[in-house]
């Protein structure tokens, strides 16, 4: 899920942000690595589909967090549709919007599914996903008794505390959850914060001789064309190298910020991409993990594209199966440790949901058109673009117009 390249991509003062529209709700595999492309605007549409908070002024203390209410069910609640898309010239910049801290962690109705998933990739490629540096567990226990505090206030429904104070019920899942982390192992601690929030995380910790943050701790079972241990105690700059313009353009304005933010600050950030395969969790490397990939012509057994000639035929394409793949970056700082987390959140959006909406369709065509020189050949256009851009035109259509959920099943 998480790609700290993807850090990279905006950041500016709220106060400049543009308000734009977001809806409540391919690249080839060789080159889905890199393919994030960043999210500009904030959308609002009126809609019956849940929309993501607009963080407008109220006498509510935005650093408090208040029970969600009785009213709230999670199988009933809708997973929030983002669409941050620009028609226009892509341009590498950060820009995050301030949250209240009640939307830091969130629960719906792919919350169960979602947690199964991670259950089963977090056991099955540990070494690929999950890390932590020894030297910083006191960082990730910081987390994680932020995280279930958080969980406890929030959702007191769902996640209720034992009588003698030792245990946290998750009566969603029917998992206890210890109090005290000091005595678990800390791979249980990681495994623990990895199944009972949707949110994959990572914890970028201050290095004194370096002058800079560095990854110290990561779990990101939703990962999207890469192995997220390869960055793990890497620097900010050096994670960043392979991204074009970053140090002329996007390292001083990240430290500023990183510097600037406090435990009781909550931004959040959604970058984009296109996702042709079925899995939520993909390493990348099919000649390593073959069994890891699953293409979105993988049931129906044949391959639309002639890999002799290039040609697509997009007329056995189920577009159902083709996403466009959105993820919510969530930042704050711990308390004492004064270490940066971030909690991402993914979200998948067929195209032909995408297809019927016209005025956000026609934004992502020209978002797409965007994308020109380094920054295409860095995000693999060439290898999607043919696939995607005449069926988001209406030049082609595919095997269906009809909105199929898919069922994630790895």
Not at 1 to 18: G, P, W
Not at 148 to 165: A, C, E, H, T
Not at 223 to 234: C, L, Q, R, S
Request: proline share 5%; glycine share 4%.
């Amino acid at each position: 899920m998480l790609d700290l390249l993807d850090l990279n991509i905006l950041i500016t003062e709220v106060s400049e942000l543009e308000t734009s529209t977001v809806i409540s709700g391919v690249s080839l595999a060789v080159a889905l690595s890199c393919l994030s492309i960043a999210l500009v605007r904030q959308f609002k549409l009126k809609t019956n589909i849940r929309a993501p908070p607009q963080n407008e002024k109220s006498k509510v203390d935005p650093n408090k967090v208040t029970p969600i209410g009785d009213n709230f069910k999670w199988d009933q609640e809708k997973p929030l549709v983002y669409r941050p898309y620009r028609d226009g010239d892509y341009k590498m910049s950060m820009a995050l919007n301030k949250i209240n801290k009640n939307d830091w962690i969130l629960i719906d109705d792919k919350y169960k599914k979602y947690s199964e998933l991670r259950a089963q990739v977090f056991d099955q490629y540990t070494k690929e996903l999950v890390y932590c540096n020894k030297n910083y567990r006191d960082d990730l226990i910081e987390f994680y008794d932020e995280v279930l505090q958080f969980l406890v206030n929030r959702y007191p429904n769902y996640f209720i505390k034992s009588k003698d104070g030792t245990t946290i019920s998750n009566t969603i899942l029917n998992h206890k959850l210890p109090i005290d982390a000091n005595e678990l192992p800390t791979m249980e601690i990681m495994k623990i914060l990895s199944i009972n929030i949707n949110e994959d995380f990572v914890i970028l910790c201050w290095d004194e001789k370096l002058e800079e943050y560095v990854l110290r701790c990561n779990s990101t079972c939703f990962a999207a064309g890469f192995i997220p241990t390869e960055n793990v105690n890497k620097p900010l700059t050096k994670i960043h190298k392979p991204v074009p313009g970053y140090k002329e353009n996007l390292k001083f304005p990240m430290s500023k910020f990183f510097n600037r933010i406090t435990s009781k600050d909550f931004y959040y950030r959604v970058n984009w991409f296109v996702m042709p395969f079925l899995n939520l969790c993909y390493l990348g490397d099919d000649e390593k993990y073959p069994e890891n990939l699953k293409t979105f012509y993988e049931d129906s057994g044949e391959n639309p594209i002639n890999l002799g000639t290039g040609e697509i035929d997009h007329s056995k394409i189920d577009y159902n199966k083709i996403f466009i793949r959105s993820e919510r970056q969530a930042l704050t700082k711990l308390p004492k440790s004064k270490s940066i987390v971030m909690v991402v959140r993914t979200y998948c959006y067929p195209l032909t949901q995408i297809r019927k909406e016209e005025e956000i369709n026609d934004k992502l065509i020209g978002a797409i058109n965007g994308i020109k020189g380094d920054l295409a050949k860095y995000k693999g256009k060439e290898g999607w673009q043919n696939l995607v851009l005449p069926y988001l035109k209406g030049e082609v259509n595919g095997l269906t117009d009809e909105i199929i959920e898919y069922d994630f099943d790895r």
